[in-house]
């Protein structure tokens, strides 16, 4: 007769533990994913202005923002903040329409990580964690 190691058994329970593991690191990448691609902000006397939000993207918004606040603060509203969006297409910028537009697109980034967060947080992540359902438009 076999000698059966039980230590060595993997229980339902251990089963589920590793699938919601696994979703957890996907519903990671499906977020990072979704805040890569971006979105679109309404930037006053501008219009809609589509954003996206990889690592290096976000490293320009935020240059962009801090340029606006500069503006700002000196109280230049003659110079603009050159800035060209996700289609390509260049917009010069008052400070305060930087501003506006960076934190617009902040608050999505946001968003969406408050989204996951829920997700997390509300019990098992579901199969169907990817359904529009759960992410902000």
């Known amino acids: 007769m076999p000698n059966i190691d039980f230590s060595q058994m993997v229980t339902a329970a251990d089963k589920a533990a590793r699938v919601q593991e696994e979703r957890k690191v996907a519903l990671h990448r499906h977020r990072e994913r979704l805040i890569a691609e971006g979105t679109t902000v309404t930037v006053t006397g501008i219009g809609d202005v589509p954003l996206r939000g990889t690592p290096f993207d976000q490293t320009v918004l935020l240059s962009r923002r801090q340029k606006?606040?500069?503006l700002i603060a000196a109280g230049d509203?003659?110079?603009s903040v050159l800035f060209r969006d996700a289609a390509n297409?260049?917009?010069m910028l008052t400070g305060a329409q930087a501003v506006e537009m960076v934190d617009a697109g902040m608050a999505w980034f946001e968003d969406v990580m408050q989204a996951s967060w829920a997700?997390?947080?509300a019990g098992p992540i579901p199969e169907d964690f990817k359904d529009p359902i759960y992410w902000p438009s």
């Open 68 to 70: 606006g606040a500069d």
């Open 77 to 79: 509203e003659s110079a």
């Open 89 to 91: 297409i260049e917009h």
């Open 119 to 121: 997700i997390k947080g």
